[in-house]
C-alpha cells in the first residue's frame, strides 16, 4: 500500500521571540530531510508576513503559511498547479484574506479607546527604535513586526485592571478579536489560524488527495491551534527569560514527529531515519 503524502503545520511564535542567525543555520540543516522527502513545512504564526518570510528565508522553506492569527494565508504564486480559489495576487503569492485591514482595525481600536477615555499606544504609534527597546528585539525583527496588514499590537497604559477589561469588552462589541500578551496585546478580525489551516489542507488534499497532517506547538500556544492534525506535538519552551522556543529543537522535533508518522504507516516495519 503506497505512503500517504504528509504535510506539517507549525506554529512559530516560540521560534520567532530570540532568533539566532547560527541556530537557524543548524535548524536549516535538520530541516533539510523534509524536502528531501517531499514533506511540506507550513507555517503558522500570529506575526507578520514579513517576520515569516524572513524565518522562511533564513530556513530555506517555500511554502504556504499562515500569518497575523488568522489574517491571511499566503501560497507561493506557481506552488499548486491551480489558481487558488477565493485569492487574490499579492507580491509573488496568491493571499487568501480573512482578517480586516490593517487600517480599519487600528482606527476602531483608537476610536473605541478614545470614547472610552483610555489611553493606549500601538506599534503603529511607535518608531522602529521603540519597538525594539521596548520589545527588546533587534531592529529588524523590530520593523518587520511594525509591517502589520490585519492587526495590531497595543497595550493600554492605564495601569489598572478595570481599564483593559472595559476596552477588551468594547473591542469585542466591535466585532474585532483581542488576544491578551505578556505586554501586549492584539486586535483583528474574529479569526484563528484554523481557518487558514483549513483552507491550506483542502488545497494540499486536491493537489495531493488525502494526506496525513502533523502539528507542532510551543507550550505558551493557544490550546486550540492545529486542533484538526491527525498527530500534535508540543515542544517545551528553553526557559529563557522570554519564554521562546529553541529554533533548533523546534527542527528536530518536526523531523521526529515526521518519522513518528511515517512509522505509522508501516507498524510492523523499521524505516530508517529520515537522512
Known amino acids: 500500500m503506497p505512503r500517504l503524502p504528509i504535510v506539517v503545520f507549525s506554529d512559530v511564535d516560540g521560534v520567532l521571540r530570540h532568533p539566532q ?27 507578520t508576513r514579513a517576520e515569516v518570510e524572513w524565518l522562511q528565508q533564513e530556513l530555506g522553506l517555500r ?7 488568522g489574517g491571511a494565508a499566503f501560497v507561493p504564486a506557481g506552488y499548486f498547479e491551480f489558481a ?8 509573488g503569492y496568491q493571499a487568501v484574506e480573512f482578517g480586516r485591514p490593517y487600517a480599519e482595525v487600528a482606527g476602531t481600536l483608537h476610536r473605541t479607546a478614545q470614547r472610552l477615555r483610555i489611553e493606549i499606544v500601538g506599534f ?4 522602529v527604535e521603540e519597538v525594539a527597546r521596548d520589545c527588546r ?25 478595570a481599564a483593559h477589561g ?14 491578551t500578551g505578556q505586554r501586549y496585546d492584539q486586535v483583528g478580525a ?16 486536491r493537489a495531493c488527495g488525502p494526506v496525513l497532517t502533523a502539528g507542532v506547538v510551543d507550550e505558551l500556544a493557544d490550546d486550540s491551534a492545529l486542533q484538526f492534525v491527525n498527530r500534535r506535538v508540543i515542544v517545551p519552551g528553553d526557559g529563557q527569560a522570554s519564554g521562546g522556543v529553541d529554533v533548533v529543537s523546534w527542527a528536530e522535533s518536526i523531523v521526529g514527529v515526521v518519522e513518528g ?8 516495519s523499521s524505516p530508517p531515519a529520515l537522512a
Open 124 to 127: 503603529g504609534d511607535m518608531s
Open 190 to 205: 474574529p479569526v484563528d489560524n484554523n481557518i487558514g489551516v483549513r483552507v491550506l489542507l483542502g488545497l494540499y488534499n
Open 84 to 91: 487558488v480559489p477565493g485569492a487574490r495576487d499579492l507580491a
Open 261 to 268: 508518522v511515517r512509522m505509522s504507516q508501516h507498524p510492523d
Open 21 to 47: 542567525a547560527h541556530s537557524c543555520t543548524l535548524a536549516a540543516r535538520a530541516l533539510q530531510r523534509l524536502r528531501r522527502e517531499d514533506v511540506p513545512l507550513a507555517i503558522c504564526s500570529s506575526h
Open 63 to 69: 511554502h504556504p503559511f499562515v500569518c497575523e492569527s
Open 137 to 161: 528585539l533587534p531592529l529588524l525583527q523590530a520593523r518587520l513586526s511594525k509591517l502589520r496588514e490585519y492587526g495590531e499590537r497595543f497595550r493600554v497604559l492605564d495601569p489598572g485592571e
Open 166 to 179: 472595559r476596552l477588551l469588552r468594547a473591542l469585542k462589541a466591535a466585532r474585532l478579536r483581542c488576544i
